[in-house]
C-alpha cells in the first residue's frame, strides 16, 4: 500500500497537498489541469521532490527521505528518457546496472523483457532508428527487468497517435496484471483514463484528491473534472 501522509509539495510559489493511500495491484489515472501539480505528485512520490511536509510510505517502508535509486518505485517520463547512443538491449540493462555490468543471467532478462514488449528483433537498434511506439516499448521493458512493485507514468504515450495509445496503454495493464505493481500514470485523455484506470486521483485546487472509483467519477463529475473533460 503506498501512503500520502499529510503530504506538502512545494515548487517555488506553487503548493499541492496530498493524503490519502494508494491500495496495492491497482491501476489509478492522475488527472486534472495543466500545471495544476500532477508531475509534481508523481516526482515526489519517485523521490526527486521531498516533501515540505508529511510522510511518503510504502507499506511500513518510510521512503520520504530516500533518494530515488533507493525507493521500490520506477518511473518513464513524457520522453521515455533512453539514451540515444545505447543500443535497446542497453538502454533496458540500465534498469539493472547503471554501469551496464551484466551478467548472463542479467542478459537473458533483458532478452526475455525485449521478447515480452515485442521487440526481440531490436535488440541492437539505437532509439534514432526505433519508432515512437518502439521507443515506449524498451521504457516497458526496463520497467520489467527493474521489477519495482511500484509504476509511475508520467505521460510517456502522449505522443503516440490514439490507436498506438491504446495498444500501449493495454500493454501497459496486461504488464502490471503479470507483475501485480501498483500503477500510477498522469493522463490528458479521459478514454486513456477510463481505458486503463481502476480509480482516478483528481488534482485540482492545489490538492491531489483522494482516488475515485472510475466509473463513479465519470458518472457523477465534480466541477473540477467537468472543466477538465471541457
Ligand atoms: N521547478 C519549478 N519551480 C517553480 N515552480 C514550478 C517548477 N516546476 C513546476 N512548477 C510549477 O508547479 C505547478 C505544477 O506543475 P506540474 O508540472 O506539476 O503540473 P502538471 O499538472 O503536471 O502540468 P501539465 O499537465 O502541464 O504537465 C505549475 O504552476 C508550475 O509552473
Redesign the pocket.
Known sequence: MLTLENVQIT????S?HADFTIAPDTKTAVI??????????L?ALAGFLTPARGRIRWNSDDLTTQPPAKRPISMIFQDNNLFPHLTAAQNVGLGISPALRLTQADHQRVSDALVRVGLAEMATRKPAALSGGQIARVALARLLVQGNPVILL??PFAALGPAMRAEMLDLVAELVAETKATLLM?S?DPEDAKRIADQIIL?ADQIAHPPIETNHLFNDPPEAMRNWMG
Open positions: 515548487q517555488g510559489s506553487f499541492l486534472g489541469a495543466s500545471g495544476g501539480g500532477k508531475s509534481t505528485l516526482s508520467d505521460e498522469v490528458h488534482v
